[in-house]
C-alpha cells in the first residue's frame, strides 16, 4: 500500500474545500468572530466539557521553547497560546496575527492583564507580513478547517527559520468512522446549546453546520502529517487523543 501523500491529492481536497466553503470563509467568519469573541474562552471550556485548559496544556507540551527564540502565532484569536508560551518560558518575544479585530483586542486585554506583551497584527494568514526565515516556532490552534491550508502551511514554511518548528493543535476527522458519526452528533447538540446560552447573533448561528461540515470534510491526524511532508517539511510527528477527534503535530523547516 502506498503513502498517504501518495493516495492523496492534496490539491484536489483543498479545491474542494474551498468550493464548498469559501463564501463562508470570505463572508460569514468574521462577523461569527466578532460575535463570539466576547465569550470565545468561556465557550470552549463549556464545549470541552472543562476539559478545555489540559487540552492547552497538552499543547503546550510539544512546544519547545529556549529563551531569545522569536515566535509566531497564528490565528492567535484570543492570545491563550501566546500568553501561555510567555509564562512557559519569558525570555522570548510572541508575535500574533489574526484576522478578527474583536479577538484581538480580547487578546490584548487578557495579555495586558497578566502583565505580558504580545505584538498584535491583523491581517490575513495566508499571505504573511513577515520576511523570510523570521522566526524560531509558529503555532496554529484550532483555526486550520477556516483556511487554504496549502498556502497557510507553506507560507509557515517559509517564515520560519531553517531548523525551527511550526506546531499545529485543530480538532480533526477521525479516522473511524463509529467514532466520527458519535462526534458530529455530539459537536451538533454543543454548538446549538451553548448559542442558545450565550445568545449568539445570527451570523453565528448561522455557522453551526459549517462548523460540523468543515471537520466531516477535513483531514484525519495521519492526513494532515502527510500534507505537512508532502510541503517539504521534516521530523514530523503527532500526537491524538479522544480517538482521533484532536491532534497535536509538530514539523521542522528543513535546515540549510
Given at each position: ?220 491526524a495521519e492526513e494532515l502529517e502527510e500534507m ?28 540549510e
Amino acid at each position: 500500500m502506498g503513502s498517504a501523500s501518495q493516495a492523496i491529492d492534496f490539491s484536489a481536497r483543498e479545491e474542494i474545500r474551498e468550493r464548498k466553503f469559501n463564501h463562508i470563509w470570505e463572508q460569514q467568519l468574521e462577523p461569527a468572530f466578532a460575535d463570539i469573541a466576547k465569550y470565545y474562552d468561556w465557550a470552549n471550556h463549556v464545549a470541552s466539557l472543562g476539559l478545555w485548559n489540559w487540552f492547552r496544556s497538552q499543547f503546550m507540551a510539544t512546544i519547545d521553547l529556549k529563551s531569545g527564540y522569536k515566535a509566531l502565532d497564528v490565528c492567535a484569536g484570543t492570545n491563550a497560546i501566546g500568553i501561555a508560551m510567555l509564562k512557559k518560558q519569558p525570555g522570548i518575544t510572541v508575535t500574533a496575527i489574526d484576522r478578527s479585530e474583536a479577538m484581538q483586542e480580547a487578546g490584548r486585554k487578557s495579555a495586558q492583564k497578566k502583565g505580558l506583551t504580545i505584538e498584535s497584527n491583523i491581517g490575513d494568514v495566508h499571505k504573511l507580513p513577515f520576511p523570510d526565515n523570521s522566526f524560531d516556532v509558529v503555532t496554529l490552534q484550532f483555526a486550520s478547517r477556516h483556511l487554504r491550508l496549502l498556502e497557510v502551511f507553506g507560507e509557515i514554511n517559509r517564515v520560519l527559520k531553517p531548523g525551527g518548528y511550526f506546531y499545529h493543535c485543530d480538532m480533526l476527522r477521525p479516522a473511524n468512522k463509529t467514532v466520527e458519526s458519535l462526534y458530529y452528533i455530539y459537536l451538533k447538540a454543543c454548538l446549538a446549546g451553548t448559542a442558545f446560552i450565550a445568545g449568539s447573533n445570527p451570523e453565528s448561528k448561522s455557522c453551526k453546520k459549517y462548523f460540523i461540515h468543515a471537520i466531516r470534510d477535513f483531514y484525519s491526524a495521519e492526513e494532515l502529517e502527510e500534507m505537512l511532508k508532502h510541503l517539504g517539511y521534516v521530523n514530523t510527528g503527532h500526537k491524538t487523543v479522544f480517538m482521533g477527534m484532536l491532534a497535536f503535530h509538530k514539523a521542522a523547516k528543513k535546515p540549510e
